[in-house]
């Protein structure tokens, strides 16, 4: 009996170390964000005709067309997805996106700039080459219908090709010209041990990593922290990302979404700030709206109710 009791002890004591050692990563990684709080109103992003999870948001230039993944009980199985607004502005469900679907991968994470270029992140080739990032050329073979033509590996200068390390989210600027890339390393648990943001130039769907890449977000990168899923704002002033502290991932509780800035394209990003007023579970993947000054923010969060993850917005002044 004694013995047990002592076991018992010890196991208390490791969790109570353990949990003792997530809240001071959550401390040292959260408390080094001031708060922004211009974003309000929020609202659930209807999609008629889908009921699946929905996650990775990216809207079309003139927001009538809405991107995302599912989550699939396999991730070998993500596909995205699509939808277009009918004449009363909600969003109506039309299929997976023709041109980004490999059968037996993850397939995912969609970018798309206003100049027809389009991009994703599959697991296709990572065996082969390490390669993540992909792009093509939008095309409208008919009326409320996409897909997307010669698909290529668009990271070929750019994959640090190494064993357990994936770029793994992307975001495209309106103009084309520059992407921010979640650099994430990955050691046998489903979620990221670390990641980073790095920025690169593209030209003609080709990634290079910028020279500068290491300072522009060395600001935003904060140590006990990931932080992965960036996406520009319309004049490529703002960056917003996702942040979750470093160590294990249970609840899903301490996601956040941030957002840094800077004072001109030739600039680091400094200043960054969580988003305040955005609660729930895995709250992740901000993406900006263009054609309105970003003036809309949407994202995704897991919906303890129907258990799964919907697709959300937010607006501001």
């Known amino acids: 009996m004694v013995k047990i009791i002592f076991l018992v002890l010890l196991l208390l004591m490791a969790c109570k170390n353990k949990d003792a050692s997530e809240t001071q990563n959550v401390n040292l990684c959260l408390d080094r964000f001031g708060l922004n709080s211009e974003w309000s109103n929020e609202t659930e992003v209807i999609i008629n005709g889908y009921t699946l999870n929905a996650m990775e948001p990216k809207v079309s230039q003139d927001q009538n ?3 995302w993944n599912d989550k699939p009980a396999s991730d070998e199985m993500m596909n995205i997805h699509y939808a277009v607004k009918d004449t009363f502005g909600v969003y109506q469900y039309v299929g997976t996106l023709t041109g980004t679907v490999n059968g037996s991968s993850l397939d995912g994470v969609p970018a798309i700039d206003n100049i027809g270029n389009f991009y994703f992140v599959s697991l296709r080739d990572y065996v082969a080459t390490f390669r993540t990032v992909f792009g093509g050329s939008v095309d409208v073979p008919a009326a409320n219908t996409l897909q997307i033509l010669n698909v290529n590996s668009a990271d070929s200068l750019a994959s640090q ?22 650099r994430a390393t990955f050691t046998g648990d489903p979620y990221p041990e670390t990641s980073r943001l790095l920025i690169f130039d593209v030209n003609a769907r080709q990634m290079a990593l910028r020279s500068d890449s290491e300072t522009a977000t060395e600001a935003v990168n904060i140590s006990y922290c990931r932080l992965y899923a960036g996406s520009f704002s319309h004049d490529r002033l703002e960056l917003y990302f996702t942040v979750i502290p470093l160590g294990a991932i249970s609840s899903g509780d301490n996601f956040r979404i941030g957002v840094a800035t800077r004072a001109s394209l030739n600039d680091p990003f400094t200043n960054p700030k969580l988003i305040s007023g ?5 709250i992740e993947g901000p993406a900006l709206s263009q054609n309105d000054s970003t003036k809309t923010m949407f994202f995704h969060r897991f919906e303890s109710q129907s258990g799964r993850f919907k697709i959300y917005k937010v607006t501001r002044p």
């Not at 064993?163 to 010209?177: A, F, K, Y």
Request: zero cysteines.
């Open 65 to 67: 067309t809405l991107f």
């Open 161 to 182: 090709a190494t064993s357990g390390t994936v770029d793994m989210d992307i975001d495209i600027s309106g103009d084309g010209q520059e992407m921010v890339v979640s």
């Open 278 to 282: 955005l609660s729930g579970r895995y």
